[in-house]
């Protein structure tokens, strides 16, 4: 059961231009997302998070959109630069007696010059 | 530590044998979780400490698997028999938790495994 899912597995944007990472999740329990962002060979590293009290959250060309009625959130950035290809995953968490984050299974961005 | 270490970062193996794999996550960081990404696949959840003890093993594949964290730090996780199908890269976290909220987790750069 995928309680996280990014339906898209790739993803090609023009240097310059917009690119929007979507993720749809099916447990209202969870509470607090977050996007990871992973070059090959490398962990994956923390890019932006949202609490479920808000809707949106910026962080320079960085942006979190969450729509909890509809279960969904989107990560938009603008404009995409090429050092942006890599894979992001959208994750959740809920403290439900212990934090257990589920990550999607990724898109992978390509941004080209 | 500066950041989560993982050792090795690749182990190669044959199939049939025992592998461990350790983490040590940053310290005082008091969650710390396991993941999997197999080829072509997102990050599957293996389980979860918080402190010494695990609510959560429920990703763990099977009796095969089994994980351990002593004295609130280091941890090491365990595969018998080793199988093909348990070939990926094996990704330890860690992250703080204050109160009720948990900080992001930081991630190591995780342990390639191969079983020939």
């Not at chain 1, 257990?100 to 941004?111: E, H, S």
């Not at chain 2, 698997?65 to 890269?89: H, K, M, N």
Request: proline fraction near 4%; glycine fraction near 10%; aromatic fraction near 10%.
């Amino acid at each position: 059961d995928q309680q996280v899912k990014q339906n898209s597995p790739s993803l090609s944007v023009q240097e310059g231009r917009i690119s929007i990472l979507n993720c749809d999740y099916t447990n209202s329990m969870f509470d607090y997302f977050l996007w990871y962002k992973k070059y090959p060979a490398e962990g994956p590293t923390f890019l932006i998070s949202i609490s479920s009290i808000k809707d949106k959250n910026e962080d320079g060309r960085f942006t979190v959109f969450l729509n909890k009625s509809a279960k969904h959130l989107s990560l938009h950035i603008v404009p995409s630069q090429p050092g942006d290809s890599a894979v992001y995953f959208c994750a959740a968490s809920a403290n439900t007696g212990g934090f257990k984050t589920i990550f999607g299974a990724g898109t992978r961005l390509f941004v080209k010059a | 530590g500066a950041g989560v270490s993982q050792s090795p970062s690749n182990k190669v193996t044959e199939k049939g044998k025992d592998v461990e794999l350790r983490c040590d996550p940053i310290s005082g960081h008091t969650a710390l979780y396991w993941y999997r990404q197999s080829l072509g696949q997102g990050l599957e959840f293996l389980i979860y400490f918080q402190g010494n003890s695990a609510p959560d093993k429920s990703g763990l594949p099977s009796d095969r698997f089994s994980a351990e964290r002593t004295g609130g730090s280091v941890s090491t996780l365990t595969i018998q028999r080793t199988q093909q199908e348990d070939s990926a890269v094996y990704l330890c976290a860690s992250s703080l938790i204050t109160g009720l909220a948990e900080t992001e987790a930081f991630f190591g750069q995780g342990t390639r495994l191969t079983v020939v």
